[in-house]
């Protein structure tokens, strides 16, 4: 019976120490973000070299 009362408080801490900080949030929400479009496309990777030898 004493396992209950230790898992509940561990998960208790746990929760406590992980909470959502109001500080936090707010800078997660001015920081800007993306939207559609507003990120560069990736640039495409060079073209692969031909692997056989050229006969000279």
Known sequence: MKKIPLISL???LTLSIYACNPDILD???SSSQACCGEV???VPPPPPKDSVAENN
């Open 27 to 29: 800078e997660e929400l």
């Open 40 to 42: 560069p496309p990736m």
């Open 10 to 12: 561990t998960v208790f």
